[in-house]
């Protein structure tokens, strides 16, 4: 049985004292990260802060993005290291909104997986399909091929380490959230594709998550899906109250 991971991805939002208060409102009241895991994904200006208030409690903290090189001529970016330095566990990386709107291709989410590893952080792999994909039937290919660009190179291990988020593009901050089967089905072709390029141990071991307008009202029927092992949420992770639904539904 895979363990849930729930993972709020609050993306450009809160400013410091409002991620710091966010933090004292659930730390104390997540479930303990032997039944679920519960991520805090931040922007970079409140992760050393929300790293710090949650030591010792079962809230972890990711980052939304990093880049693939140790250091260098790279302006506004941030390193693998930087990130573990201050004790960030978790990196979403190749979210559909970095892919559309900052150049991020399979090709740099595959270095920046395998730096991720490199300093033992676990990524999230973002993959998910256009609208327009969806529409001439090519969300199988499309996914498919991600997770393999994605995952090139990575030990079997390393994959069963890796968390993949499926996030219809279609879905994400629309309020339309693809059904439980119809998630679950292309769920279950990553499961596949991973099975493919990694063996059935890895498959079995690889958690994948739904993202795409998950909500308390929706999220446990996503989660009681055979091939969902949990979801990357973003409005509705933004309130402490919604942000707890989510985790409990986790258990
Ligand atoms: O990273 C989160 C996804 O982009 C989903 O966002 P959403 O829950 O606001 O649709």
Redo the contacts with the bound molecule.
């Keep these: 049985m895979r363990k849930q991971v729930i993972a709020g991805?609050w993306?450009m939002n809160k400013l410091l004292g409002e991620s710091e208060q966010f933090i004292d409102e659930v730390k104390g009241q997540v479930p303990s990260a032997d039944q679920v895991e519960s991520v805090v994904v931040a922007p970079f200006t409140a992760l050393h802060s929300l790293v710090q208030k949650t030591k010792g409690t079962d809230v972890k903290i990711g980052a939304q993005n990093m880049h693939f090189e140790e250091s260098g001529a790279f302006t506004g970016e941030v390193s693998p290291e930087m990130l573990k330095d201050i004790g960030v566990e978790y990196v979403?990386l190749g979210?559909?909104?970095r892919r559309e709107l900052f150049g991020e291709t399979d090709e740099t989410v595959n270095k920046k997986t395998h730096a991720a590893f490199k300093h033992g952080l676990t990524p999230i792999v973002?993959v998910g399909e256009s609208d327009e994909q969806r529409e001439n039937n090519e969300t199988f290919t499309v996914v498919e091929n991600q997770v393999k660009n994605a995952l090139e190179g990575l030990t079997t291990d390393q994959v069963k380490a890796t968390i993949i988020?499926y996030?219809p593009i279609w879905?994400?901050?629309?309020g339309k959230t693809a059904t439980a089967a119809d998630a679950n089905e292309v769920c279950a072709h990553v499961r596949q594709a991973v099975k493919e390029f990694a063996g059935e141990e890895a498959a079995e071991a690889v958690r994948i998550q739904y993202?795409?307008?998950?909500k308390p009202a929706n999220v446990e029927e996503l989660l009681g899906q055979s091939d969902i092992d949990g979801a990357?949420?973003?409005?509705?992770?933004l309130q402490p109250e919604s942000f707890l639904a989510l985790v409990e539904a986790g258990k």
Excluded: D, M, P, R
Excluded at 171 to 174: E, F, H, K, S
Excluded at 211 to 214: A, F, I, N, Q, T
Excluded at 232 to 237: D, E, H, I, P, T
């Design positions: 991805n993306k979403v979210h559909s909104e973002c988020a996030e879905a994400i901050g629309t993202g795409g307008s998950v990357l949420v973003g409005g509705a992770s």
